[in-house]
């Protein structure tokens, strides 16, 4: 087994190096992981270079293609899964080999539904849990096997020419190759799109945890949710988010710093602080 952490970076330089002062704490405990960014700008190409981070660059400034080009790079040199991060976020030692032990075990796609978010302004920590009754997965900490990706790539989309039993005549739905080639050959269904279909929307800097497990659920490849009773993945906030600190503390639940950074090593943790002196 040979997965890879991939990231995208977003020209940010103060949470940007949380996900290398994670890197660096990993690295002695998991020596035969790989990383893998995503840069669209020559600081962030500097900051990779300086880190000893391997990298890819994309033309345009967006996190889906950011992700999908950081994947296609892990794939392409032989990597049988990859897993997600921010530049933003930092996940525990315990959590990344909850995900690995997950992956040793056949699962194809797993992670967390819970997460801690850490504004690195105020030290103000909170806990967010998915609030569905399935498992649906949190974006940071997920890891996906190879072969559930390229199920996603091979998918197409049909529409039924016939009603039956489990559908209508007229709809559609995107299946696995092989499943659409019998349907089609069946005359129950006609071939709509069979473009090759990519796992994030790489026009979207937004919406793409949803996006991407939707695709893979899509395919039959449903979400494993790991937990062990802590938290595992911490997402950091500062000024430049997607989804800031202040939109999201309505949907969370306040707790403790420790309970957000307990994983952290010293210097991790002396990072932060120097960033709330900073900031006061």
């Not at 080999?97 to 030290?123: E, P, T, V, W």
């Not at 939707?214 to 997607?242: C, Q, W, Y």
Request: charged letters at 25%; hydrophobic letters at 40%; a negative charge.
């Amino acid at each position: 087994m040979t997965p890879a952490i991939i990231f995208a970076m977003n020209n940010r330089p103060i949470q940007s190096q949380i996900i290398f002062n994670t890197i660096d704490r990993l690295r002695s405990a998991f020596p035969k992981l790989e990383y893998i960014a995503a840069v669209s700008c020559d600081e962030d190409e500097d900051l990779c270079a300086r880190q000893g981070i391997d990298y890819v660059i994309c033309p345009q400034n967006l996190a889906g293609l950011k992700f999908e080009t950081a994947m296609e790079r892990a794939l392409a040199t032989g990597h049988s899964h990859v897993i997600i991060m921010g530049d933003d976020d930092s996940i525990s030692n315990d959590g990344l080999q909850m995900l690995l032990d997950a992956a040793s075990r056949g699962i194809d796609y797993a992670g967390f539904k819970s997460h801690a978010l850490y504004d690195m302004n105020s030290g103000v920590a909170m806990t967010h849990t998915q609030p569905y009754s399935c498992n649906k997965l949190i974006g940071a900490g997920r890891i996906i096997s190879a072969r559930a990706i390229e199920l996603v790539r091979q998918s197409v989309v049909i529409e039924y020419t016939r009603t039956y039993e489990y559908w209508t005549q007229g709809e559609r739905a995107r299946v696995p190759r092989e499943v659409a080639e019998y349907l089609c050959g069946y005359y129950f269904a006609k071939m709509h799109d069979d473009s090759p279909r990519t796992l994030w929307n790489t026009l979207a800097n937004s919406g793409l945890d949803h996006w991407s497990e939707m695709n893979l659920v899509s395919v039959g490849v449903t979400p494993v949710a790991l937990d062990n009773g802590r938290i595992h993945i911490t997402d950091f906030k500062h000024e430049k988010n997607i989804w800031p600190f202040s939109i999201l503390e309505n949907k969370c639940r306040k707790c403790d710093e420790e309970t957000a950074i307990w994983f952290m090593s010293e210097r991790e943790r002396e990072y932060l602080y120097t960033i709330k002196t900073i900031q006061k």
